[in-house]
Nanobody, 124 residues
Framework: QVQLVESGGGLVQPGGSLRLSCVAS????????MAWFRQAPGKERELLIG????????YSADSVKGRFTISRDNVKNTVYLQMNSLKPEDTAVYYC?????????????????WGQGTQVTVSS
């Protein structure tokens, strides 16, 4: 079993930056694909950005491309989401997820493990 715990969310002004962390425990996630999803009120949880197990493939949704960056540190068993140039529409609960296939996929059901989420609010 893998437990994922997100941190780093909070309130930030438009144009600001945040870095979210997702710390995994229970087992190594070095062979897992990792992704960040977000869910705004009344909307579906959506894939934002992901990275495969070997960091050779990434995916970014158009809404965050060029602003958000995903990275992983397998030694620390941690995945990061660097968010820059934040916009009010980025306000959502952000979730870390792990996929045992090692791939990045938009299929939500493919992700075996999920964190509890961390709130990001972008507002003046």
């Amino acid at each position: 079993q893998v437990q994922l715990v997100e941190s780093g969310g909070g309130l930030v002004q438009p144009g600001g930056s945040l870095r979210l962390s997702c710390v995994a425990s229970g087992r190594s996630i070095s062979t897992y694909g990792m992704a960040w999803f977000r869910q705004a009120p009344g909307k579906e949880r959506e894939l934002l950005i992901g990275i495969n197990w070997s960091s050779t493939t990434t995916y970014s949704a158009d809404s965050v491309k060029g602003r958000f960056t995903i990275s992983r540190d397998n030694v620390k068993n941690t995945v990061y989401l660097q968010m820059n140039s934040l916009k009010p529409e980025d306000t959502a609960v952000y979730y870390c997820a792990a996929c045992s296939s090692g791939r990045v996929t938009y299929v939500r059901e493919a992700y075996n493990y999920w964190g509890q989420g961390t709130q990001v609010t972008v507002s003046s």
